[in-house]
């Protein structure tokens, strides 16, 4: 091929790549989309993601049919709701696994990034960035008992890989506990405290020095400690969600995580929470550290904590510890955590989940909610094994996985979204926004109602 012909060529494929960016950027742009249009996007979606993404999506997403004649392609949102391309709305009690405690697209959160946006959206890295003083000084206030630096991340799996690193360099130990059924995330550091062997084991090993114990087990605990202190490998931190949840919405016993923050001190080690889906007002408190009366030293956040509407998240933690990063702050460094839009977001946030309140309404709803739903699964313990939950985190066992599965799709078919898929549906997961209304609940309770009465168990 000459170079003249092969010019030719990258041009014109340029020249195709630009008219198609234009056709995207010009959908973006719309406030409406017409039939045509949603059966491009539909068209378009399905084969980038069997081309381009991964096609194994396609299998595992309740949301396509056999032969992907129809998929449900997502395209806007507001409050409890979003929509998808064709304009069939859905009450969304997924909630992205707990991003939307303010609600999807709260106002208050979106006006607060795009003033931000229209200054300045990113930081130079050099200059000092006002925003993320401002946000950890409120974090300061918010987070329980002594917590005060804060390190800013873009996710919950970041968020725990800083507190691992920040538990190494302030106690120069190696060893860490967490528990079965955890979940931290998946990047070789959070995974080593993930507890899903089916996620693990291709990467075996990870770092050197994790345990994994039953979760609520306090006498394996205190074993664990004992064994590791006996054998000179001293317990740098304990890893902890206070609430699991990936897990299945394990609630601790009763007792427990005071009893591990003993053995914590018992063992100079430290307590890291790893509150990416329970913080941020799901529980019915800011943080469920609260609801349980007691302070870790370090604190992971994420998920909700950009308001639903930019990836944000950060740790937390007592001058003690995070003094380790005093002398060298570049120890552990990202380059977009704490951009300014990030830190607009999660400020904002902050301020709507104080001003309406909305931590104190998860307690309510949640509790209104819990309820409803024992009630409308009378009768049906044959198929449901346990609903439980602690506000606006809710999971509904069944017996078998495909049970979780057809009702996750029966209630998506009823314009519901709960988590539940083809492979992970044993408890599914109900994490709406906090604001969502009565009415929705009502909503939620009596389709979850008609579609047991329609499923065989
Ligand atoms: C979702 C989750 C994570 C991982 O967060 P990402 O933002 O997906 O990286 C970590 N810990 C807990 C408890 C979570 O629920």
Known sequence: MSVDFKQELKSEQNQNVSEYINKVLS????????????????????????????????????????????????????????????????????????????????????????????????????????????????????????????????????????ALKLAKMYSERTTFISTTRAFHGKSLGSLSGTAKGMFRKPFLPLIPGFRHVPFGDIDMMRKTFEVCAAVGEDVAAVLLEPIQGEGGIILPPEGYLKQVRELCDQYGSLLIFDEVQTGMGRTGKMFAAELYE????????????????????????????????????????????????????????????IEEKLPERAAEVGAYFLEELKKAAKGHEDKVQEIRGQGLMIGIEFHQDEIGYEVSKGMFDRGI????????????RIEPALTISYEEVNKVVNTLKEVLEHING
């Open 27 to 162: 959908l973006i742009e719309k406030e409406e989309i017409n039939e045509v249009e949603a059966a491009w996007i539909t068209k378009e979606t399905v084969d980038g993601f069997r081309e381009h993404v991964n096609p194994g999506f396609l299998e595992y997403r309740k949301t396509v049919t056999e032969g992907g004649q129809f998929a449900a392609v997502e395209w806007s949102d507001n409050g409890s709701c979003f929509k998808d391309v064709n304009g069939k709305e859905y009450i969304d009690c997924l909630g992205g696994f707990g991003i939307y405690n303010v609600g999807h697209r709260n106002p208050k959160v979106v006006k607060a990034v795009t003033d931000q946006l229209k200054r300045q959206a990113l930081h130079s890295q050099d200059l000092l960035d006002p925003l993320r003083a401002m946000l950890a000084k409120i974090l300061a206030d918010i987070t329980p008992g002594d917590l005060k630096y804060a390190f800013f991340t873009n996710s919950g799996t970041e968020s725990v890989e800083a």
């Open 294 to 353: 007691v302070v870790p030293d370090i604190i992971c956040l994420a998920k909700a904590f950009g308001g639903g509407v930019m990836p944000a998240g950060a740790v937390v933690a007592t001058e003690n510890v995070f003094k380790s990063w005093f002398d060298n702050p570049f120890m552990h460094t990202t380059t977009f955590g704490g951009n300014p839009l990030a830190c607009a977001a999660a400020i904002a946030t902050i301020g709507v989940l």
């Open 417 to 428: 979204l709960v988590a539940g898929t083809l492979i992970n549906s044993k408890t599914i």
